[in-house]
Every structure is written in C-alpha cells, then in structure tokens.
C-alpha cells in the first residue's frame, strides 16, 4: 500500500470555501494519475473528479463541475481539490486515490486504488 494523507478537512457554512491536500509517500507520484473520491455517512463512496499525471486534464462529476478544481504539484507530491460554494450535501468524507496503473492518464473512477484514510468535511446550512 502506498500511503496517501489527506488534510484540509473542517467545518464550513454554506457557501464557503475549503482547500484539502494530498500527499503520497513511496511513491513515483508524477506517473500516475490521482483523484478525489467521498463517502457521506450511509452512502456508497462516489467518484468526484481525477487529474492526469501533468495536470493538463481533469474531469469532474456533474455535481461539483464548476465549483471544485482539482490540481497537483508533482514537485511536493500533493494533490489538491479546491472547494468553493460548498453545499451541505458536499458534507462526506474526502479521500484521495491513485490510478491502478502506472504512466496511464485515463479518468475513468473504476480505475482509481489505494484510498487514503481521509478527511472530514462538514458543510452546515
């Protein structure tokens, strides 16, 4: 297991903004792509978005697209997800991923292991 820890969680109103940070160890980070996954309390964990192993593309579910923006320092082995005019239904817990497969860019959420412990975030109305 490569580890990947996740922070940046909390507590926000409606409408606020939250910027969570992952970092892999062991890991050649830059030849793989990462993504961002939840899980709210009773709910299957969904796929929120994913970005290629330079950065140049992302992909993003419907219900966060245009508010939420993934992007990575290959230099600092993070990735991050920007999260702004958050909803209480973003409340969940944040994980992050890497791609199942080294040097491949596709961001398909099935193709996506390794989850790290995550991070809360809690969104109040």
């Known amino acids: 297991q490569v580890p990947l820890v996740e922070s940046g969680g909390g507590l926000v109103q409606a409408g606020g903004s939250l910027r969570l940070s992952c970092v892999a160890s062991?890991?050649?980070?830059?030849?793989?792509?990462m993504a961002w996954f939840r899980q709210a309390p009773g709910k299957e964990r969904e796929f929120v978005g994913a970005?290629?192993?330079?950065?140049?593309?992302?992909y993003y579910r419907a219900s966060v697209k245009g508010r939420f923006t993934i992007s990575r320092d290959n230099a600092k082995n993070t990735v991050y997800l920007q999260m702004n005019s958050l909803k209480p239904d973003d409340t969940a817990v944040y994980h992050c991923?890497?791609?199942?497969?080294?040097?491949?860019?596709?961001?398909?959420?099935?193709?996506?292991?390794?989850w790290g412990q995550g991070t809360q975030v809690t969104v109040s109305s």
């Open positions: 062991r890991l050649s980070f830059s030849s793989y792509a």
């Open positions: 991923a890497r791609h199942r497969t080294i040097f491949a860019d596709s961001l398909n959420g099935l193709d996506f292991i390794s």
């Open positions: 970005i290629t192993r330079s950065g140049g593309s992302t």
